[in-house]
């Protein structure tokens, strides 16, 4: 078990410039998550997979984001034509198949918007 | 809609204190689960403890438990001897098991804690 990784740690962009963040679950996890997290507050579901298929996104997800699960094992989220109010931690998380299971996250990836 | 409330910003505790962080859940699902997270500042999420909605008996992690009182809709998390490492910012989350809201675990707002020497 090496844990969830997420690349980069941090990342400063421009507004208007699009960034990819990449997320590699632990191995045998086939669920994986996506949240985000602002200063102070929890996170904040935005999309979830079951293998390679996107199973829910959050209505709060415009479509400046999108995220992939190809092959079912890593996941990449990606931010089209930044705005400053994207700036956030991007949190990843994986489980196994059981409903009770915990998550398992990675230590993030620090977007900021200038 | 699911929705867990967390309504203590802040907490303080004295070191070998016990402190009691409280969180109540709105849900219409009938199976559900309560989690318990721990964020310290280098910024982890650490599971604690988890509660199935159907477990009559309270669970216990070490010096945590968690105080579920289903009728009331609340999920406390008690920390007993509290340690100056237990300084953290603590997540109350919930889940349907029944596949009805698709397995996504939802966050509250968070507590933070301080522990006093």
């Known amino acids: 078990d090496t844990g969830v990784s997420q690349d980069p740690r941090h990342k400063i962009t421009k507004r208007g410039q699009n960034v990819t963040f990449r997320c590699d679950p632990i191995s045998e996890h086939n669920r994986l998550y996506w949240y985000r997290q602002t200063l102070g507050q929890g996170p904040e579901f935005l999309t979830y997979?079951?293998?390679?298929?996107?199973?829910?996104k959050s209505r709060l997800l415009s479509d400046r984001f999108s995220a992939e699960r190809p092959k079912g094992s890593f996941s990449t989220l990606e931010i089209q034509r930044t705005e400053q109010g994207d700036s956030a931690m991007y949190l990843c998380?994986?489980?196994?198949?059981?409903?009770?299971?915990?998550?398992?996250f990675g230590n993030g990836t620090r977007l900021t918007v200038t | 809609a699911q929705k867990i409330t967390q309504t203590q910003p802040g907490m303080f505790v004295q070191e070998k204190e016990a402190v009691t962080l409280d969180c109540t859940y709105d849900?219409?699902?009938?199976?559900?689960?309560l989690f318990w997270y721990k964020q310290p500042s280098s910024g982890e999420m650490i599971f604690l403890i988890y509660q199935g909605s159907y477990d009559e008996q309270n669970a216990t992690e070490g010096r945590y438990s968690l105080n579920f009182q289903k009728a009331r809709k609340s999920a406390n998390l008690v920390i007993s001897a509290s340690q100056l490492g237990d300084s953290a910012m603590y997540f109350c989350?919930?889940?349907?098991?029944?596949?009805?809201?698709?397995?996504?675990?939802?966050f509250g707002a968070g507590t933070r804690l301080f522990v006093k020497a």
């Open positions: 849900t219409s699902d009938q199976s559900y689960g």
């Open positions: 998380a994986s489980s196994p198949g059981q409903s009770y299971s915990p998550l398992h």
């Open positions: 989350a919930m889940r349907d098991l029944a596949n009805t809201g698709g397995f996504k675990t939802i």
């Open positions: 997979f079951q293998n390679e298929a996107q199973l829910e």
